[in-house]
């Protein structure tokens, strides 16, 4: 089966603009979790939805914000970009019926 | 919030080296995952390990949860298992669960 798909692979910002990434989930799968990739932090958990429910969230600003649709795929956007938002988003799919979970190849954001 | 911690940070071997990745947690935990991320980035699920040993090809891992470890080992290396390797355990938030991820070991197999 097709496995998590993060769209774009790649995009590059001006600092106070806004961006829009999306995943695709697993079919099957309803819950969607973001994570963040930095050289800094590491992986870092920004936050989760499950039948279009944000259930999580992590330690980031209001800029950052998600939702999720009834076909389960998710965005997650950024507004009033930040350079030290360049990093790779990950997106990640779990059944919580045990294997899991599963990730998207990312997107490397790179404001400038 | 429990803490995770792989060694060793670095390492580099020659083709063909076997070798053992370890991953200590500061608390329980009822189930843990070894990932690869390659040189694109994607994190490629090797093993969901809450217990015991499990193979896969050159591959297994091995999760004592009484002793709060887990080990990955690779053996007969090759160029293409170069990468990151993250271990990462779930944890209650709200009203799901978060994974918590290790630094990672950054593995160089040479040729």
């Known amino acids: 089966k097709a496995g998590v798909t993060q769209t774009p692979r790649y995009l590059i910002k001006t600092r106070g603009q806004q961006v829009t990434l999306s995943c695709s989930p697993i079919?099957?799968?309803?819950?969607v979790s973001w994570y963040q990739q930095t050289p800094g932090q590491g992986l870092q958990f920004l936050f989760e939805?499950?039948?279009?429910?944000?259930?999580n969230k992590g330690n980031f600003p209001g800029r950052f914000s998600g939702r999720q649709f009834s076909n389960s795929r998710s965005e997650m956007n950024v507004s009033t970009l930040e350079l030290g938002d360049s990093a790779l988003y990950l997106c990640?799919?779990?059944?919580?019926?045990?294997?899991?979970?599963?990730f998207g190849s990312g997107t490397r954001l790179t404001v400038v | 919030g429990i803490q995770v911690e792989q060694s060793p940070p670095d390492l580099i071997l020659q083709e063909g080296a076997n070798s053992t990745l370890r991953c200590n947690f500061s608390?329980?935990?009822?189930?843990l995952q070894w990932f690869h991320q390659n040189p694109w980035g994607q994190l490629i699920n090797l093993f969901y390990i809450p217990s015991g040993t499990k193979q896969n090809g050159r591959l297994s891992a091995t999760t004592v949860a009484t002793e709060r470890y887990s080990l990955l080992y690779i053996s007969s290396s090759q160029t293409t298992d170069s990468g990151v390797y993250f271990c990462a355990v779930p944890r209650a938030q709200g009203g799901s669960e978060k994974l918590v991820f290790g630094k990672g070991t950054k593995l160089t197999v040479n040729p």
């Open positions: 939805y499950f039948s279009e429910t944000q259930r």
């Open positions: 608390d329980s935990v009822n189930n």
């Open positions: 079919s099957g799968h309803r819950s």
């Open positions: 990640a799919s779990s059944s919580f019926s045990g294997g899991g979970y599963t």
